[in-house]
């Protein structure tokens, strides 16, 4: 069977078991379940906080795992990013109180308090800064005011919480975060992972592409369909009335209305729109 690891509370949690659930996989009804088998699929589930995920893949115990890059890198393990999966995003940054810091030099000699120690050690030992590093669990945003640490480097999604301990991000951003699997490195893929991986992308895919079929006259298809290039190349149909042709074709979601316009200004008519409920591309 393949091991793999979920989150199994947090902001990661909930997007990764719906994505495997999509994926076709079964997922845990009870959110204290810990261990989750699916026969049909031959694969066994392990719920786990999201930091400790790598090192279980790194320690050889578990095959795969859906984690943060953040969490992933910060753990510092022996294992690879397999793919991306589009949800989780975040950024890693400094902050400090509003007006105290303006770049990340002025950090020598400072306190800077984070979640994510090995990642910001990491980062200010390839710049040659040097730091003392606090190491929080959580709610670091109240660290400077407490007394504890000068700055911060901590997950910023919205700022919300940055600015409501009154602090601004400063120098560029540390690492731009989002949710991975990860495996073990350069190890040959166990029974299953192949096809998890496969099943992921068709996900990711149907999440960000949709299905356009429009109907067009023939002496305009090629610039319609120069709007609509697909994956391949879109299928062209005949109609009854031989003077059009009907064209399908897989269009990026977030450009939908956008080439809608376009193609109806061109001529295009009956266009519609569908979702793609899975593919393998
Ligand atoms: N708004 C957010 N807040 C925190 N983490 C986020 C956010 N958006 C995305 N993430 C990502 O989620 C992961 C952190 O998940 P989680 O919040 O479960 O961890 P944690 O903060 O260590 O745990 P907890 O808050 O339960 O103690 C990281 O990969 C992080 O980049
Ligand atoms: O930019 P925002 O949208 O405000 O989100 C970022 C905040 O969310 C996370 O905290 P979380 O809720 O996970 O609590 P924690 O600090 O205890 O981990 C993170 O550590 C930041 O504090
Ligand atoms: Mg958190």
New binding site residues.
């Given amino acids: 069977m393949l091991r793999v690891a979920v989150?199994n509370?947090?902001?990661?949690s909930e997007s990764a078991s719906a994505m495997l659930n999509e994926a076709g996989y079964r997922q845990r009804r009870d959110s204290r379940e810990l261990v989750m088998v699916d026969p049909d699929n031959e694969v066994e589930f392990f719920f786990l906080r999201?930091?400790d995920i790598a090192v279980y893949v790194g320690a050889g115990t578990l095959d795969v795992g859906l984690t943060?890059r953040?969490?992933f890198l910060d753990a510092q393990v022996d294992a690879e990013e397999l793919m991306s999966l589009g949800f989780?995003?975040?950024t890693f940054r400094f902050a400090g109180p509003v007006g105290d810091f303006t770049s990340i030099e002025q950090l020598e000699g400072k306190r800077v308090a984070t979640?994510y120690d090995g990642l910001l050690r990491a980062y200010l030992a390839e710049r040659g800064i040097s730091a003392s590093v606090v190491r929080l669990d959580?709610a670091v945003e109240s660290s400077v005011r407490l007394g504890v640490a000068d700055a911060i480097a901590d997950?910023v999604?919205t700022g919300t919480t940055l600015r409501a301990a009154g602090m601004e991000i400063f120098g560029e951003p540390i690492l731009k975060?989002e949710a991975v699997l990860i495996g073990r490195r350069n190890a040959e893929h166990p029974a299953g992972l192949d096809v998890l991986i496969r099943r992921l992308r068709g996900v990711l895919v149907a999440r960000q592409y949709v299905m356009m079929d429009y109907d067009v006259r023939r002496d305009l298809l090629e610039e319609a369909a120069a709007r609509t290039p697909g994956l391949e190349s879109p299928t062209v149909s005949p109609l009854r009335d031989t003077d059009w042709v009907a064209v399908r074709s897989m269009v990026k979601r977030t450009d939908t209305n956008r080439i809608m316009d376009e193609l109806y200004d061109i001529g295009a008519r009956a266009i519609l729109v569908s979702t793609i409920h899975a593919c393998r591309i």
Avoid: C, T
């Fill in positions: 989150p509370k947090g902001a990661l999201p930091r943060g953040d969490l989780g995003a975040s979640s959580g997950v999604e975060s």
